[in-house]
């Protein structure tokens, strides 16, 4: 298939569908285009670990956005989900931001489209409107102040007291913020897939097989899951807590991607994934099917054609991009 054809079929397909020679040494690719395009190449924790391994910044949401907003590279290659890419672009309207697959999306982003939730707020108009990270740009241009899982309590706790507060999307981290700041907020009913699907009987028995094992859980995790964990953390707190904790094995409830960057950083650990309720996955864990859609050969297409890039109409861009900042000068 030739270029123009691949692009044109971009809608559908997500990723250049262009045959990748099957001789070449794939990283060693990569790392000449970057060089060549000075590309700098960022990954989430959820990422497969063969691209966590070649990228130049692996974090979650919150440093992800911070080094977009820091780099001096021409190319930003996500190799993440839309709404990361989305975010980069809106901090960097001059840089070219390219996501190897346009369909890497995310279904808690995807729980507020923009209709519904421009007539809540409307609805609620006394209300500061805070928006996770995970949401469209479209979302984050009706929002007050953005906020990330590590941020997220210095953000609600930064709100005067007598404000009211809209929390969007994900209805968890906000049940869990409401617990934690004790403030009353107005929760917009979305959820990630992935964090909705920990058995609890699974972690349970889990428990009893490790009982020494620490249970520790991201706040994107229903209340019950919550409710049994000794760590409730960000995707980088809960990689900071393994690597300090005196204990020697952990169950945990995240998305099982994280695993690769603990090991390396707690390799004497015994790291074991929370399984879900339905566990037809090979690996018994919680993968995220879009993060999953990334891939060396996408990642390397992405760099030598450019392509998939991610625009952001500017008008757009600039009330998104409030929210962002407002987010960053506080963390």
């Not at 060693?28 to 959820?46: D, G, S, T």
């Not at 879900?276 to 919680?286: H, K, L, M, V, Y």
């Not at 060396?296 to 991009?321: D, G």
Request: aromatic share 6%; charged share 25%; with cysteine.
């Amino acid at each position: 298939m030739n270029l123009n054809k691949a692009i044109e079929n971009l809608p559908e397909k997500g990723y250049l569908d262009i045959p990748v020679p099957k001789n070449i040494d794939l990283v060693k690719e990569i790392n000449r285009l970057r060089k060549e395009k000075n590309a700098v190449i960022l990954a989430h924790y959820y990422q497969v670990p063969e691209i966590q391994d070649i990228a130049d910044f692996v974090g979650d949401s919150l440093a992800l956005a911070q080094a977009a907003a820091k780099t001096q590279a021409d190319i930003i290659l996500f190799a993440g989900v839309h709404f990361m890419a989305e975010t980069a672009k809106i901090l960097n309207p001059d840089k070219k931001v390219l996501l190897p697959d346009l369909l890497a999306g995310c279904s808690l982003a995807e729980s507020a489209p923009k209709d519904k939730f421009e007539a809540f707020k409307k609805q609620h108009p006394d209300h500061v409107v805070v928006s996770y990270v995970n949401t469209s740009a479209d979302i984050k241009a009706l929002t007050d102040i953005v906020c990330t899982s590590s941020n997220a309590e210095k953000i609600i706790n930064s709100i005067p007291k007598d404000k009211k507060i809209i929390f969007a999307p994900d209805k968890n981290l906000g049940a869990y913020l409401i617990k934690k700041t004790g403030r009353d907020m107005l929760l917009w009913d979305g959820a990630c897939e992935v964090h909705e699907e920990f058995s609890l009987e699974k972690i349970l028995k889990l428990k009893q097989e490790h009982p020494d094992a620490k249970i520790i859980a991201h706040p994107e995790s229903r209340d019950y899951i919550l409710n049994i964990a000794d760590y409730i953390g960000s995707t980088s707190g809960l990689l900071k807590y393994v690597q300090e904790s005196d204990a020697k094995a952990f169950i945990i409830a995240t998305e099982s991607g994280i695993l690769h960057k603990m090991a390396q950083v707690a390799p004497n650990k015994i790291l074991i994934p929370a399984p879900p309720e339905n566990d037809e996955n090979s690996c018994a864990c919680t993968e995220c099917p879009y993060m999953k859609r990334n891939t060396l050969e996408k990642i390397y297409l992405a760099l030598q054609y450019e392509q998939p890039e991610v625009n952001v109409e500017e008008e757009l861009r600039q009330k998104a991009l409030v929210s962002i900042q407002r987010m960053l000068e506080l963390s």
